[in-house]
């Protein structure tokens, strides 16, 4: 096996070591290329735009704000929980009058809610509220008077969800 090859991505290997190409800047790449140089510039606006809108907002709102997408003069504000996103909600005529008055060209601001990367998924099962034994009892009480039928079967089931299980 010879080891005395090129590899003009990497390096050369000669004599069973490697040998390294001398590392090139990342920003050579993005200036260069098309695609990585259009994305660089994409994640330039992005950074710009995001640091517009944080100026506009007031703490400890400015830090909640995760993201901000300005597409076809919408701009989509993204918050990691309901109640910071019905606080942009309630801010966002302010906040579109300061968008406008620093040069950005805004018609509408619509919020979404991300979830935190670190927070559990929510089980498809939802646990069941369970009713107290006192609330089961009354079922109990009101099934006893009901005529035997469906009604009467529905009481019963719902009693069986109290937070004392025992014989019933």
């Known amino acids: 096996m010879n080891f005395n090859t090129l590899n003009p991505k990497c390096g050369v290997f000669t004599e069973g070591f490697f040998y390294p190409l001398p590392m090139k ?12 140089a259009s994305l660089g510039e994409q994640l330039t606006r992005q950074a710009d735009l995001m640091k517009q809108v944080k100026a506009c907002l007031t703490p400890p709102l400015d830090d909640q704000l995760q993201a901000a997408v300005l597409k076809d003069q919408v701009l989509s504000l993204f918050v990691n929980s309901p109640a910071w996103a019905s606080r942009l909600r309630y801010l966002a005529p302010q906040l579109l009058r300061q968008l406008k008055q620093a040069g950005l060209i ?3 601001v619509r919020t979404r809610i991300i979830p935190e990367a670190n ?43 109290s937070q004392k299980k025992g014989p019933r």
Not at 25 to 36: A, E, N, P, V
Request: net charge positive.
């Open 106 to 108: 805004v018609h509408e």
């Open 25 to 36: 800047s990342i920003q050579k790449y993005i200036s260069t290329q098309s695609t990585l």
């Open 119 to 161: 927070s559990s998924l929510k089980s498809r099962h939802r646990h069941r509220p369970l009713l107290s034994e006192a609330s089961a009892e009354s079922l109990r009480s009101i099934a006893e008077c009901l005529e035997a039928g469906a009604l009467q079967e529905a009481v019963l089931r719902l009693s069986r969800h």
